[in-house]
Structures are given as structure tokens and as C-alpha cells.
């Protein structure tokens, strides 16, 4: 389990992070959203023991990753923003030092070597320099560097960034077939990843955890937030007061005009209520008419938008 | 100290040297340098017709003013410029197990540099007779000169993330300490400075182990300079967070 406690970050006078507070459990795939800028990278590197925090501590198992460092970074796997690779290595030699300089034991470097290469896919560029490998290939060589040491937590900067469609498809695959039996952090800005790869979500704006959970929670947060549109053909001002008598209605606004007698309306209802019919009523009984009808219900990047205002 | 600490600088020291014979820039570099080196000496050794290696000796301190700050150019800088820092530093070994690391890195490319040198000795020892004490004794002194030029040399390059700037840096840095021991700069400077200056000078101590003489004082000289730069380093290096 990873416990980050108001954890803070500046560096110069800009405050990067600002006491953020979140859980990662063991096991959990944790997707890490945020705009740019946000403090994503900067929370990893921190966890990562890259940085150290300006205030605050994170856990990792009730071990402090600052006192507990090195300790602690022997069962985590890292694989930085950008992937960075020794490029005038060969994949081999490349994983081979990992290995060694993870402390796999001389007689089982082989068999670790082969597992990764086997669960990445590399079988094909093992003897290629890392310079010549396309961008996929480097992202799993990165990835399987980040868990051959048998890490319990794998923590993921950006994963999938400058990757095509199916490339994007494939390494979140395998993030999810390594998240089996691990605990993944990865940090994103997009959105159907999260949904597609995530038990649960954290987002950050500004330094600040705005919402966190499972991706269904969010949403349905979120859907609280659902509005009605209706374009109705009659005098504005009474159908503006005859629907604020409908209870559930929190807010009506004029969204737009298409005659002098038509408007179109935005409606915010109460949580979860459903307005449709006693709206269509009100508006029969007055001999008014509905020209249009919509609803919206939140989608991921209504959650997101909304959150990171 | 921790079990398997001389390990892990082992291994990371193997990637270290595997990084310089992976990239061809050594190759170029310790071709000119051979081929320099072999022209600058064999052309005035013919003229003066003894088989004396004294000249040998003065030209290498010159030509590793351009060598050093060549080796240890891209140790940091490159690995600042393509993050793999980040990588390198996250990995269970402390700052110092990986500064240690480069700086024997690169003193074992240096110690492969200077092997291939040793044309030069047989080639005069086939010649005439020689004297095999001082230049062994001037072998050990260039390795402890270069040593000393490559713990500045790899502290300049933490400090950027350019090559070029990190050469250039280097270069005048070794320069200035070369310089400043120089009798003409110690017999210029003020009174009080002068023993001073002739201690930090680097050119003045290889001069005394060049001759033959190991001193206690130079190689203690060589070694506190290798550590401070080298401290220097590691301190630079754990600013980053």
C-alpha cells in the first residue's frame, strides 16, 4: 500500500504540488489524471525517490520512502516520462544490466531475461540497439525493465504517450495483464485509458487532488450534474415561472433564441430526479409546444473538465 | 558498508565502459590522439637521436588537456539531456555508487588509452638502451594526473546538460589547473601565493613523479583532488531534488 500524506513540492517560488493526500492498494491499477502541468510527474518522482518532497511523507508499506530509499526502490519498478533508454545499448545488454544491477541472482538473470522478453513481446529486437527500435518497442522495452525484478509497484509516467491507435491498445494490454498481480501507478491526460485500464482514479489540478475513485463513481458523481435541453414555442417569461414550480428543477437558464416566441432552455434538475414528463406536462397543459428535447448525461470529460476547472 | 556495494559499482562501471567503446566518438578520439601523440613525439625524437622519453613526458600532460575533458564530456551531460538520469538515480544505488562508477569508468578508458601508448617505450627500448624505472614511474604519474583531470572533468559535466559546453568547460578548467603550479605564473604571483600556487598546480606534482621520484605529498595531492571534485560531484548530483 501507498500512502501519500499532504505532500507538498516547490520549487523556486512556483508551489508544484500542494499537500495532496491518496491511497494506492495493493493490487490496484491507479490511473493518475491531469492536465499538463499539473504535478503528475512530479508526484512520481517523488515516489520514485528522484526528488524529495519540500513537506510531507509518502508510505510504502508504513515505510517512509525518504528514510527507507534504496529499500525502497529495489521493489519499485519506474519507467520515466519519455522512456528513457540507453540508446547504444542492445536490448540484451540493456536488460541484462537491469537485471545485475537489480540484484537478480547470477543463475536466474537468464530466466528473468526471458520472462520480460516473453511478456513484452520482445522476442524480435532482443539483438537490435535500442536506437533503432520504433517507438512501441521501446515503450515495452521500458516496460520490461520496470518489472524484472519481480517489482510489487510499478509506477508508470506517461506510458503511452506518441504512440499510434494500436500501439496505445497493446501496451495498455500489457498494463493490465502486469497489473494482475501488481500495483500500478500511471499517470495520463487520457481519458478513455482511464476508463479502459483503471480499478480506480485519482485527479490532480494545480498541485491539488481534485476527485478521486473508482471510474464508475466519478461518473456517477458526475451525472448529478446532467441537464436538459428543451426548445419550447411560447411566451418566455411564464414558461420561465411555470417550470421553476416543478421541484425538481434547480435552474433554468436561456440557452438560446431561434423566433420571437421560441427559446430554447438549458435545465439543471435535482440529483438523479427525472423531469421529462412533468416538464411535457406543464407544457401541454398551456398549450405551449416542444420543438426539441435533449439530455445530457456527464461523460468522462465532463468528470475531468469539471474537475480540473 | 553494505553488502554488495562494491557490486553494484562493478556493474555500473561495466556500463560505463561498455558506453564509451559503444559510441564511436572514443574511437575517434583515441585514434587522433595516438596518432598526435606519435607524430608530435617521433618527429623531434629522430632529430635529437636518443632514446630518451623526457619529451614523451612533457607532451602528455599537453595532450590530455584535450583528451580528459573528451572522455568525460558526455558522462553526465548525456544522461541529463536524454533523462536517463532519472532512470540511473531511481535504481536501488546510492549518488555516490554511481559517481564512483563513472569516474572509474573513465579511468579504466584512460588506462586502455595510455595501454595503447606503449608502442612508444618498446619502440625506444628496441632503439637504445633505457631506463625502465622512470617510465614507469611516468606512466603511474600520467595515470594519476588523468585521474585528477577526469574527477574535474566529469564534476563540469553535472553540471550541464550540453557535451559541447562540458568539452569546452573542461578544457579551460584542466587548463587552469595545469597553469597555475607553472614557474612562470609562481615566480609572477605574490610571495605568500607562490608555495600555494606550486601545490595546486597539477603540471608541478606530475613533473616530480615524471622524474622517477614518487613523493608521498604528490600522490596524497592527487588523491584529495580526485576526492573533492568528486564529492563535488555527488553533491551536485543529489541537488536535483
Given at each position: 500500500m501507498i500512502r501519500v500524506e499532504n505532500l507538498s513540492k516547490k520549487i523556486g517560488e512556483t508551489q508544484i504540488l500542494d499537500s495532496i493526500n491518496f491511497q494506492i492498494n495493493d493490487g490496484e491499477i491507479l490511473g493518475f489524471l491531469g492536465?499538463?502541468?499539473?504535478?503528475k510527474t512530479t508526484t512520481m518522482k517523488i515516489i520514485t525517490g528522484f526528488w524529495t518532497p519540500s513537506s510531507g511523507n509518502i508510505f510504502v508499506d508504513e515505510k517512509n520512502v525518504i528514510e527507507n530509499s534504496l529499500e525502497i526502490r529495489s521493489k519499485l519498478g519506474y519507467l520515466p516520462e519519455n522512456v528513457p533508454l540507453y540508446d547504444e545499448m542492445k536490448v540484451y545488454e540493456y536488460l541484462k544490466f537491469i537485471a545485475e544491477i537489480r540484484g537478480i541472482a547470477k543463475e536466474k538473470i537468464k530466466d528473468s531475461i526471458k520472462s520480460v522478453v516473453n511478456s513484452c513481446g520482445l522476442e524480435k529486437v532482443?539483438?537490435?540497439?535500442?536506437?533503432?527500435?520504433?517507438k512501441g518497442y521501446r515503450q515495452r522495452v521500458g516496460l520490461a525493465q520496470s518489472i524484472i525484478h519481480k517489482s510489487d509497484i510499478i509506477v508508470l509516467d506517461e506510458?503511452?504517450?506518441?504512440?499510434d491507435p494500436n500501439q496505445i491498445i497493446e501496451i495498455r494490454n500489457l498494463i493490465k495483464e502486469i497489473g494482475k498481480d501488481k500495483t500500478v501507478i500511471f499517470s495520463t491526460h487520457i481519458l478513455s485509458e482511464v476508463q479502459a485500464t483503471c480499478d480506480r482514479v485519482v485527479i490532480i489540478n494545480n498541485g491539488r487532488i481534485t476527485g478521486q475513485g473508482t471510474p464508475s463513481e466519478l461518473m456517477q458523481a458526475a451525472g448529478s450534474r446532467e441537464t436538459v435541453y428543451v426548445k419550447i414555442r411560447g411566451p418566455k417569461e411564464i414558461i420561465k415561472e411555470k417550470l421553476k414550480e416543478i421541484e425538481e428543477i434547480m435552474e433554468i437558464m436561456e440557452k438560446d433564441?431561434?423566433?420571437?416566441d421560441i427559446f430554447g432552455y438549458e435545465i439543471q434538475p435535482q440529483t438523479?430526479?427525472?423531469v421529462r414528463e412533468k416538464l411535457s406536462m406543464i407544457v401541454m397543459q398551456n398549450n405551449w409546444s416542444i420543438l426539441e428535447f435533449s439530455r445530457k448525461s456527464a461523460s468522462m470529460e465532463d468528470v475531468f473538465r469539471e474537475l480540473t476547472k | 558498508m553494505e553488502k554488495g556495494y562494491l557490486n553494484k559499482i562493478y556493474i555500473l562501471f561495466k556500463k560505463e565502459l561498455m558506453g564509451y567503446f559503444n559510441s564511436p566518438i572514443a574511437y575517434i578520439f583515441i585514434g587522433a590522439f595516438l596518432v598526435v601523440l606519435n607524430w608530435l613525439f617521433f618527429n623531434s625524437f629522430f632529430i635529437i637521436?636518443?632514446?630518451?622519453m623526457r619529451n614523451y613526458f612533457i607532451l602528455l600532460p599537453w595532450m590530455f588537456l584535450f583528451l580528459i575533458p573528451a572522455i568525460t564530456m558526455r558522462s553526465w551531460a548525456e544522461e541529463k539531456k536524454s533523462g536517463t538520469i532519472e532512470f540511473l538515480l531511481t535504481l536501488p544505488i546510492t549518488d555516490w555508487q554511481a559517481v564512483l562508477a563513472k569516474f572509474l569508468g573513465a579511468l579504466a578508458f584512460l588506462g586502455i588509452t595510455l595501454l595503447l601508448t606503449l608502442t612508444i617505450p618498446f619502440t625506444i627500448a628496441s632503439l637504445g638502451n633505457t631506463d625502465a624505472g622512470p617510465i614507469i614511474g611516468s606512466y603511474l604519474g600520467a595515470l594519476f594526473m588523468g585521474a585528477a583531470y577526469l574527477s574535474l572533468g566529469l564534476f563540469i559535466s553535472s553540471l550541464t546538460k550540453n557535451q559541447i559546453i562540458a568539452f569546452v568547460a573542461a578544457v579551460a578548467a584542466c587548463f587552469v589547473f595545469f597553469f597555475v603550479g607553472n614557474d612562470f605564473i609562481v615566480a609572477t604571483s605574490p610571495q605568500v601565493l607562490a608555495p600555494f600556487l606550486k601545490f595546486l598546480g597539477i603540471g608541478a606534482h606530475f613533473d616530480n613523479i615524471a622524474r622517477g621520484v614518487i613523493d608521498t605529498k604528490d600522490v596524497i595531492y592527487y588523491i584529495s583532488f580526485v576526492w573533492l571534485f568528486l564529492w563535488i560531484n555527488k553533491e551536485i548530483v543529489a541537488l536535483r531534488k
Amino acid at each position: 500500500m501507498i500512502r501519500v500524506e499532504n505532500l507538498s513540492k516547490k520549487i523556486g517560488e512556483t508551489q508544484i504540488l500542494d499537500s495532496i493526500n491518496f491511497q494506492i492498494n495493493d493490487g490496484e491499477i491507479l490511473g493518475f489524471l491531469g492536465p499538463n502541468g499539473a504535478g503528475k510527474t512530479t508526484t512520481m518522482k517523488i515516489i520514485t525517490g528522484f526528488w524529495t518532497p519540500s513537506s510531507g511523507n509518502i508510505f510504502v508499506d508504513e515505510k517512509n520512502v525518504i528514510e527507507n530509499s534504496l529499500e525502497i526502490r529495489s521493489k519499485l519498478g519506474y519507467l520515466p516520462e519519455n522512456v528513457p533508454l540507453y540508446d547504444e545499448m542492445k536490448v540484451y545488454e540493456y536488460l541484462k544490466f537491469i537485471a545485475e544491477i537489480r540484484g537478480i541472482a547470477k543463475e536466474k538473470i537468464k530466466d528473468s531475461i526471458k520472462s520480460v522478453v516473453n511478456s513484452c513481446g520482445l522476442e524480435k529486437v532482443i539483438k537490435k540497439p535500442i536506437e533503432e527500435l520504433s517507438k512501441g518497442y521501446r515503450q515495452r522495452v521500458g516496460l520490461a525493465q520496470s518489472i524484472i525484478h519481480k517489482s510489487d509497484i510499478i509506477v508508470l509516467d506517461e506510458p503511452t504517450t506518441g504512440l499510434d491507435p494500436n500501439q496505445i491498445i497493446e501496451i495498455r494490454n500489457l498494463i493490465k495483464e502486469i497489473g494482475k498481480d501488481k500495483t500500478v501507478i500511471f499517470s495520463t491526460h487520457i481519458l478513455s485509458e482511464v476508463q479502459a485500464t483503471c480499478d480506480r482514479v485519482v485527479i490532480i489540478n494545480n498541485g491539488r487532488i481534485t476527485g478521486q475513485g473508482t471510474p464508475s463513481e466519478l461518473m456517477q458523481a458526475a451525472g448529478s450534474r446532467e441537464t436538459v435541453y428543451v426548445k419550447i414555442r411560447g411566451p418566455k417569461e411564464i414558461i420561465k415561472e411555470k417550470l421553476k414550480e416543478i421541484e425538481e428543477i434547480m435552474e433554468i437558464m436561456e440557452k438560446d433564441r431561434e423566433a420571437d416566441d421560441i427559446f430554447g432552455y438549458e435545465i439543471q434538475p435535482q440529483t438523479g430526479a427525472d423531469v421529462r414528463e412533468k416538464l411535457s406536462m406543464i407544457v401541454m397543459q398551456n398549450n405551449w409546444s416542444i420543438l426539441e428535447f435533449s439530455r445530457k448525461s456527464a461523460s468522462m470529460e465532463d468528470v475531468f473538465r469539471e474537475l480540473t476547472k | 558498508m553494505e553488502k554488495g556495494y562494491l557490486n553494484k559499482i562493478y556493474i555500473l562501471f561495466k556500463k560505463e565502459l561498455m558506453g564509451y567503446f559503444n559510441s564511436p566518438i572514443a574511437y575517434i578520439f583515441i585514434g587522433a590522439f595516438l596518432v598526435v601523440l606519435n607524430w608530435l613525439f617521433f618527429n623531434s625524437f629522430f632529430i635529437i637521436g636518443q632514446a630518451d622519453m623526457r619529451n614523451y613526458f612533457i607532451l602528455l600532460p599537453w595532450m590530455f588537456l584535450f583528451l580528459i575533458p573528451a572522455i568525460t564530456m558526455r558522462s553526465w551531460a548525456e544522461e541529463k539531456k536524454s533523462g536517463t538520469i532519472e532512470f540511473l538515480l531511481t535504481l536501488p544505488i546510492t549518488d555516490w555508487q554511481a559517481v564512483l562508477a563513472k569516474f572509474l569508468g573513465a579511468l579504466a578508458f584512460l588506462g586502455i588509452t595510455l595501454l595503447l601508448t606503449l608502442t612508444i617505450p618498446f619502440t625506444i627500448a628496441s632503439l637504445g638502451n633505457t631506463d625502465a624505472g622512470p617510465i614507469i614511474g611516468s606512466y603511474l604519474g600520467a595515470l594519476f594526473m588523468g585521474a585528477a583531470y577526469l574527477s574535474l572533468g566529469l564534476f563540469i559535466s553535472s553540471l550541464t546538460k550540453n557535451q559541447i559546453i562540458a568539452f569546452v568547460a573542461a578544457v579551460a578548467a584542466c587548463f587552469v589547473f595545469f597553469f597555475v603550479g607553472n614557474d612562470f605564473i609562481v615566480a609572477t604571483s605574490p610571495q605568500v601565493l607562490a608555495p600555494f600556487l606550486k601545490f595546486l598546480g597539477i603540471g608541478a606534482h606530475f613533473d616530480n613523479i615524471a622524474r622517477g621520484v614518487i613523493d608521498t605529498k604528490d600522490v596524497i595531492y592527487y588523491i584529495s583532488f580526485v576526492w573533492l571534485f568528486l564529492w563535488i560531484n555527488k553533491e551536485i548530483v543529489a541537488l536535483r531534488k
